[in-house]
């Protein structure tokens, strides 16, 4: 009784399966990757070419850095300082995450808590977190807890607030749904809410990649004397361009990867997403 | 119609909304496997009557009886096909027709789920994401969820409206066929198209409002099987349309009410 409209109903050509996605853009992925090659081997060469043309102090040059690199591989400077604050690094994104998704979940559904929660939050997150930092040293001492602490302060707002509004933006026609259903509270949190909050706490978690990562950083500046932000501020101070450049560019390097893991965990669990 | 004790007796109803009143007094029964259709005028308090039988919505006065038992809350036994589809956007196709049956913790539902989208001739979509759809393929999943709970009374909530006309006809035959086929099923359809009123119901019930009250209510004898064209050509067609149109007008404008 339906074939006959079935052509034009279904979208796309009516195959079975998941349909193919349009590329996000018109490039073929090995010009893409060949574009993003280059862009980064014109950097590197301008700044070898100017780099060396100049007082290395300035600016010194990717060979140089590379060489630096080694070195400081090879003294054991970069991967202790690199372990002192990968570590710092991940039990602070653990805990802020892990706080961020459990208050914000629990403030999205229930409106009690979330207004209670509402003003000590917004003033802590418009704070610049930076601000804190030398209470936190007050409070916890020059050591990895402070560290540790600023951390998990920068990670922690983006996810809880991501979180919270990705569980009140529940469409209302589905919670009907779920009620009408029959749906108790806890089967709505794995059929509705948890799912329609994911691409939500995507965000938070994209957020906080970069913030854990300032956190760190800065953090070493003020407090410890470890970690690569400790590195960055000694080999400077000693005119050491090139050991400065280091830890920074292994940062840098730690970002990216982290962003694309992200996105490729994204696309692995928010496949229904109609974004394209 | 059938004379025998009403499947679903909705008895002096009145529903307020944050403070609003929105139904005021409804009285109305539904035989079993009879097919009703509320039309009524935007605002008028139609949808609101709907999640009201379904248990969505508790009643300010009044009762929903089901069987003779009062409706408290949301029950298997009645299933809702949505205006806007209500598909969930992370399940497939399968997975949103199988969402009754697993919140209701039933099991050995594969084969009942095959057939369910074979006749709603889904099985070539199951695998699919809901955007991956057309409007008149969502809400054939909508219906099929439904169906997959073996509803005693099936609402359908403007269904066909977010659909385009081609399909909405389609749809429309397929959920009186299906319904013919279920003799035990009764079934409630909001609408503002008194065409499809005319199309669909044994009986149609006109609400005007706010707040929302019975304008008229007119029993449909045009013989089944109907198409869009044999209701058009029978005799009573023109007389039945005049009627509810009136009474529709008469809902959106006050000072014909007491009329």
């Given at each position: 009784?339906?074939?006959?409209?079935?052509?034009?109903?279904?979208?796309?050509?009516?195959?079975?399966g998941r349909p193919r996605k349009p590329p996000r853009s018109g490039l073929s992925p090995a010009t893409r990757w060949s574009l993003r090659l280059a862009s980064v081997l014109a950097i590197a060469v301008a700044w070898e070419l100017y780099g060396s043309a100049i007082n290395p102090v300035l600016l010194s040059s990717p060979t140089a850095i590379i060489g630096a690199f080694f070195e400081?591989?090879?003294?054991?400077?970069?991967?202790?300082?690199?372990?002192?604050?990968?570590?710092?690094?991940?039990?602070?994104?653990?805990?802020?995450?892990?706080?961020?998704?459990?208050?914000?979940?629990?403030?999205?559904?229930?409106?009690?808590?979330?207004?209670?929660?509402?003003?000590?939050?917004?003033?802590?997150?418009?704070?610049?977190?930076?601000?804190?930092?030398?209470?936190?040293?007050?409070?916890?001492?020059?050591?990895?807890?402070?560290?540790?602490?600023?951390?998990?302060?920068?990670?922690?707002?983006?996810?809880?607030i991501n979180t919270m509004r990705g569980v009140q933006e529940v469409d209302r026609e589905l919670v009907e749904v779920a009620r009408s259903f029959c749906s108790g509270e806890r089967r709505m949190w794995f059929d509705l809410i948890l799912p329609s909050a994911l691409p939500y706490v995507v965000t938070g978690l994209r957020l906080a990649i970069g913030r854990a990562l300032i956190g760190?950083?800065?953090?070493?500046?003020?407090?410890?004397?470890?970690?690569?932000?400790?590195?960055?501020?000694?080999?400077?101070?000693?005119?050491?361009?090139?050991?400065?450049?280091?830890?920074?560019?292994?940062?840098?390097?730690?970002?990216?990867?982290?962003?694309?893991?992200?996105?490729?965990?994204?696309?692995?669990?928010?496949?229904?997403?109609?974004?394209? | 119609?059938?004379?025998?004790?009403?499947?679903?007796?909705?008895?002096?109803?009145?529903?307020?909304?944050?403070?609003?009143?929105?139904?005021?007094?409804?009285?109305?029964?539904?035989?079993?496997?009879?097919?009703?259709?509320?039309?009524?005028?935007?605002?008028?308090?139609?949808?609101?009557?709907?999640?009201?039988?379904?248990?969505?919505?508790?009643?300010?006065?009044?009762?929903?009886?089901?069987?003779?038992?009062?409706?408290?809350?949301?029950?298997?036994?009645?299933?809702?096909?949505?205006?806007?589809?209500?598909?969930?956007?992370?399940?497939?196709?399968?997975?949103?027709?199988?969402?009754?049956?697993?919140?209701?913790?039933?099991?050995?539902?594969?084969?009942?789920?095959?057939?369910?989208?074979?006749?709603?001739?889904?099985?070539?979509?199951?695998?699919?994401?809901?955007?991956?759809?057309?409007?008149?393929?969502?809400?054939?999943?909508?219906?099929?969820?439904?169906?997959?709970?073996?509803?005693?009374?099936?609402?359908?909530?403007?269904?066909?409206?977010?659909?385009?006309?081609?399909?909405?006809?389609?749809?429309?035959?397929?959920?009186?066929?299906?319904?013919?086929?279920?003799?035990?099923?009764?079934?409630?359809?909001?609408?503002?198209?008194?065409?499809?009123?005319?199309?669909?119901?044994?009986?149609?019930?006109?609400?005007?409002?706010?707040?929302?009250?019975?304008?008229?209510?007119?029993?449909?004898?045009?013989?089944?099987?109907?198409?869009?064209?044999?209701?058009?050509?029978?005799?009573?067609?023109?007389?039945?349309?005049?009627?509810?149109?009136?009474?529709?007008?008469?809902?959106?404008?006050?000072?014909?009410?007491?009329?």
């Open positions: 009784m339906t074939t006959a409209t079935e052509k034009t109903e279904a979208t796309g050509n009516g195959s079975p400081m591989i090879a003294d054991g400077t970069l991967t202790k300082a690199m372990s002192e604050s990968f570590v710092v690094l991940g039990v602070g994104s653990l805990i802020g995450v892990t706080a961020g998704l459990v208050i914000g979940l629990a403030a999205g559904r229930n409106q009690v808590f979330a207004t209670l929660i509402e003003l000590p939050l917004n003033a802590l997150y418009a704070t610049p977190t930076v601000a804190l930092i030398p209470v936190i040293v007050v409070w916890f001492g020059f050591g990895p807890t402070a560290k540790t602490v600023v951390v998990t302060l920068f990670v922690l707002f983006p996810v809880l760190v950083i800065v953090a070493e500046f003020f407090t410890a004397f470890s970690g690569l932000g400790y590195l960055i501020v000694t080999n400077a101070n000693s005119f050491q361009t090139d050991r400065t450049f280091v830890p920074i560019l292994v940062i840098a390097a730690l970002g990216v990867l982290l962003t694309a893991l992200l996105e490729l965990i994204e696309r692995r669990v928010v496949r229904w997403s109609a974004r394209d | 119609m059938n004379e025998t004790t009403p499947k679903v007796v909705v008895d002096h109803l009145s529903v307020s909304l944050g403070g609003n009143h929105i139904l005021d007094g409804i009285d109305l029964s539904v035989a079993e496997h009879e097919f009703v259709c509320i039309i009524g005028t935007s605002g008028g308090g139609k949808t609101t009557l709907l999640r009201t039988v379904a248990g969505l919505l508790p009643p300010a006065g009044g009762s929903v009886r089901l069987d003779g038992e009062t409706v408290v809350g949301p029950t298997p036994r009645i299933s809702m096909v949505f205006q806007h589809f209500g598909l969930f956007p992370w399940k497939t196709v399968r997975s949103n027709v199988e969402y009754g049956l697993r919140v209701q913790g039933r099991s050995g539902y594969t084969e009942r789920v095959d057939e369910l989208l074979e006749i709603m001739n889904l099985t070539h979509a199951q695998h699919r994401y809901p955007h991956q759809l057309s409007g008149g393929m969502k809400q054939r999943v909508g219906i099929a969820r439904a169906l997959s709970m073996e509803p005693e009374l099936l609402l359908l909530d403007e269904p066909f409206s977010a659909v385009d006309a081609i399909t909405r006809e389609v749809l429309q035959n397929e959920v009186l066929q299906l319904w013919e086929r279920n003799e035990q099923m009764s079934a409630m359809l909001i609408t503002h198209d008194v065409d499809e009123a005319l199309l669909m119901a044994d009986r149609i019930v006109v609400i005007a409002g706010p707040p929302g009250r019975i304008a008229l209510e007119v029993p449909v004898s045009i013989p089944r099987p109907r198409t869009a064209r044999s209701v058009r050509s029978h005799e009573s067609y023109p007389d039945l349309r005049e009627k509810l149109w009136d009474a529709l007008q008469g809902g959106s404008d006050r000072t014909l009410e007491s009329a």
